[in-house]
């Protein structure tokens, strides 16, 4: 049940939590509560709940994106709009895409996923979980979609935190962490101006990655490449999941079952990119 219910499960929610970044309604509420421009906006909303933490702090648990591209959003932005503000804004921002978004959607099967992953996400170790256990502090929303939508967000960060860990011990920085992703096939220009990094920085961590034998010169993933990467993501489905799990088999399966009916909403809605930054496929 451990790693296929892990990646299954992260399938079905990332769309889910990923509303309160793509959704139309995200521009407004971020304006309105004082910041500017959409990697304000990113930035803070997602590091809001480690309190008005410098840029290196911000870098640091986002793992992938370029310093200097952190650095034009924060500290600014807590000087714009305190993270209280803007968690307010977050929430107003996923209240009104998720209504929008599973409007269509059968009120009890919404009431069940929120209750399935509530009590997964309240059993999710806070070890070594920095942005996951920020998250995991806030107070619990009460409507069964908003309280599907923390639960989607703990899952999520939980996992990232566990997949940086993964690259780390891998030796894979946050620039080749992505550049491994294009030689493995992911378009370039769905990765690269959405985390800031130079042409020069990019064909460094080539440069190392191909050092290692995990890529060829013309851009390829190697062999080892590809094993590396099934190792990462192995690791990362082994740490996304609590032992034990609070959940059965029989739960699970239902969880999983009922956030892929509803990411299906959101899809269909156009709200997520295909290729997108997550490196998320579109629901078969």
């Known amino acids: 049940m451990g790693a296929s219910?892990?990646?299954?499960?992260?399938?079905?929610?990332?769309?889910?939590?990923?509303?309160?970044?793509?959704?139309p309604e995200a521009g407004d509420a971020y304006a309105r509560a004082g910041l500017k421009g959409y990697w304000m906006g990113y930035f803070a909303s997602?590091?809001?709940?480690?309190?008005?933490?410098?840029?290196?702090?911000?870098?640091?648990?986002?793992?992938?994106?370029?310093p200097r591209f952190v650095q034009r959003s924060i500290p600014d932005a807590w000087r714009l709009a305190s993270p209280e503000?803007?968690?307010?804004?977050?929430?107003?921002?996923?209240?009104?895409?998720?209504r929008r978004l599973l409007a269509d959607a059968?009120?009890?099967?919404?009431?069940?996923?929120?209750?399935?992953?509530?009590?997964?996400?309240?059993?999710?170790p806070v070890e070594g979980?920095?942005?996951?256990?920020?998250?995991?502090?806030?107070?619990?929303?009460?409507?069964?979609?908003?309280?599907l939508w923390h639960a989607a967000t703990l899952v999520r960060e939980h996992r990232a935190d566990g997949h940086f860990t993964a690259l780390l011990a891998a030796g894979v920085d946050g620039c080749g962490a992505l550049a491994l992703q294009v030689a493995a096939g992911q378009p370039?220009?769905?990765?690269?101006?959405?985390?800031?990094?130079?042409?020069?920085?990019?064909?460094?961590?080539?440069?190392?990655?191909?050092?290692?034998?995990?890529v060829e010169?013309?851009?390829?993933?190697?062999?080892?490449g590809a094993a590396l990467r099934r190792q990462v993501e192995h690791v990362t489905d082994e740490l996304a999941m609590p032992r034990p799990s609070p959940l059965d088999e029989a739960e699970m399966e239902r969880?999983?079952?009922?956030?892929?009916?509803?990411?299906?909403?959101?899809?269909?809605?156009?709200?997520?990119?295909?290729?997108n930054p997550m490196v998320l496929a579109r629901a078969s």
């Open 5 to 23: 219910a892990a990646r299954r499960l992260w399938e079905g929610m990332e769309p889910l939590h990923c509303v309160v970044y793509f959704a």
């Open 85 to 98: 503000a803007v968690l307010a804004a977050r929430h107003t921002v996923a209240d009104a895409a998720m």
């Open 255 to 275: 969880l999983v079952g009922l956030v892929g009916r509803l990411r299906r909403l959101v899809d269909a809605a156009g709200v997520i990119p295909y290729p």
């Open 106 to 124: 059968e009120t009890a099967d919404v009431e069940e996923a929120a209750s399935l992953a509530a009590r997964l996400a309240q059993s999710l």
């Open 188 to 214: 370039r220009d769905s990765l690269a101006p959405h985390r800031g990094w130079t042409e020069e920085e990019w064909a460094q961590a080539l440069a190392r990655l191909q050092s290692r034998g995990l």
């Open 46 to 66: 997602r590091a809001a709940a480690l309190g008005p933490v410098p840029a290196s702090v911000v870098q640091a648990v986002f793992y992938n994106f370029a």
């Open 217 to 224: 010169p013309g851009g390829e993933l190697t062999e080892a």
């Open 129 to 147: 979980r920095v942005l996951f256990a920020a998250h995991a502090a806030l107070p619990w929303p009460e409507a069964p979609h908003m309280r």
